[in-house]
């Protein structure tokens, strides 16, 4: 276990001390005007970041495998490529041996953060444990725990080439500042620390375990995955933010589908650049007193309508222990335990 003493990042920009933001959203014929105001300029936005330098994926070694047949796909029950051409990851659409042999080449490193705040620190043992079965197998790993106590955090062994970081993050008083919080605490880790140390980075919510295979067909640019209670659903049930002062606001009539907030990913520099965003408008709406419907989750609904994720991962990705599993999802891969929300956000 390694507790990380992160270091001082330097600028080559000098951030103002103060910026005036403001946003115009057109809604019909109307153009809403929100008021300009001012906010604090984060220093860490101004940081200039050099990654690791990015690896092409190799040419197919030799292969035998079934012939894939244009007339005959494998899955015909459900949506398999978005209408911006992102393929839908389900099983079935892919095959696990022709990823490996084109990604294990490339020697890659892949990131997870997870946030373990107050009585959340009690699943961790159940997801690492669960990760070093499923997570990636055969790949670099580092697991990044963001956790405000550091002591009751469990040892896990894991598998050669994977490691596991602390990192102290404070308590809030709110279990919904917390959740806003996360992307500020990713974005400054990302700028500091691992844009060094991975090439993929994922972002999970750490009341959750895997129960089979979650492999490189998961990697892409951005990387978003639906959630397991809108999959079947029309998006006008989807629980956008709807009030039009806010900045994760959807109209009503727009929408593809409704995303996950306990996962989303991507090659490292998206991920900054995707939190950096979220963070920002998270900023906007609390300078203007409101508070989106369903905080982080909301603006990355905004995000992820108005910037297409280039992969979108299935329910299967992110399902729910309490719900029944339909003839649809084949494979369950990663899931939320089931809990006692008010007892543990207490």
């Known amino acids: 276990m390694i507790l990380e003493n992160p270091r ?13 933001c403001y946003h115009r959203i057109t809604v019909g014929n109307r153009k809403v ?49 978005t209408p911006w051409l992102a393929p839908i990851i389900w099983e079935g659409t892919f095959n696990s041996e022709i990823l490996d042999s084109a990604y294990r080449p490339l020697n890659l490193t892949i990131g997870v953060t997870a946030f373990a705040i107050g009585k959340y620190t009690r699943f961790v043992g159940g997801f690492l444990e669960s990760a070093e079965k499923h997570f990636m197998k055969g790949y670099r790993v580092n697991y990044y725990i963001f ?23 404070k308590k809030y008083s709110s279990w919904q500042e917390i959740s806003m919080r996360r992307m500020e605490a990713i974005n400054k880790h990302i700028a500091e620390t691992s844009h060094q140390e991975v090439d993929y980075l994922f972002c999970l919510d ?26 079947n659903v029309p998006r006008s049930q989807f629980p956008y933010e709807r009030r039009s002062s ?61 910037h297409k994720p280039s992969k979108v991962l ?33």
């Open 206 to 231: 750490i009341d959750m375990v895997f129960y089979n295979a979650w492999g490189p067909e998961t990697l892409g640019d951005t990387v978003a995955a639906i959630h397991p209670g809108y999959f």
């Open 147 to 169: 956790t405000d106590n550091p002591e009751t955090i469990p040892d896990v062994q894991l598998q050669p080439g994977r490691t596991f970081v602390i990192v102290p993050i």
């Open 246 to 306: 806010s900045a994760a606001y959807i109209p009503d009539g727009e929408g593809d589908f409704y995303y996950g907030g306990a996962v989303f990913g991507g090659l490292v520099k998206k991920v900054y650049e995707f939190t950096k965003t979220c963070h920002m408008t998270i900023l906007t709406d609390k300078a203007n007193g409101i508070m989106a419907a369903w905080q982080e989750e909301s603006h990355l609904n905004r995000h992820f309508l108005s």
């Open 314 to 346: 299935s329910p299967e990705y992110l399902w729910d222990d309490r719900k029944p599993k339909p003839p649809e999802i084949h494979l369950i891969r990663f899931s939320t335990v089931d809990k006692n929300y008010n007892e543990i956000r207490d």
């Open 33 to 81: 005007h929100y008021l300009p105001y001012y906010l604090p300029c984060p220093k860490i936005f101004s940081v200039k970041l050099q990654y690791t330098e990015e690896k092409l994926v190799q040419l197919f070694p030799q292969l035998f495998y079934q012939q894939p047949r244009v007339l005959a796909p494998q899955r015909q029950d459900v949506l398999t490529v």
């Open 8 to 20: 001082k990042v330097s600028f080559n920009i000098t951030c103002l001390k103060r910026f005036l």
